[in-house]
């Protein structure tokens, strides 16, 4: 079945730098856009960054532009998000989406804290 699982995510400190995972399966991935979304504790989720599927094209919130990069390696079927001076508001639960035959996809989250 379709499915994305994430990882990566841990505890660290304000400056610091962590790069999240996204493994999927059950789909032709090289086709399809690929983002990441997060929510903060009492917060809606939101958008963070977007790759399209051929040109890899990209895109991001202006909350993390310069700081994080999304990129994906078509030959492992994973898409990354590099997060660089990682401040404390982007302490989230970090979510992998994608569209797929008109559904929402999304994995099962992994966990950002950034805290000293």
């Known amino acids: 079945q379709v499915q994305l699982v994430e990882s990566g995510g841990g505890l660290v400190q304000p400056g610091g730098s962590l790069r999240l995972s996204c493994a999927a399966s059950g789909f032709t991935f090289r086709n399809y856009a690929m983002s990441w979304y997060r929510q903060a504790p009492g917060k809606e989720r939101e958008f963070v960054a977007r790759i399209t599927s051929s040109s890899g094209i990209t895109n991001y919130a202006d909350s993390v532009k310069g700081r994080f990069t999304i990129s994906r390696d078509n030959t492992k079927n994973t898409v990354y998000l590099q997060m660089n001076s990682l401040k404390p508001a982007d302490t989230a639960v970090y979510y992998c989406?994608?569209?797929?035959?008109?559904?929402?996809?999304w994995g099962q989250g992994t966990q950002v804290t950034v805290s000293s």
């Open positions: 989406y994608t569209v797929f035959n008109g559904r929402a996809i």
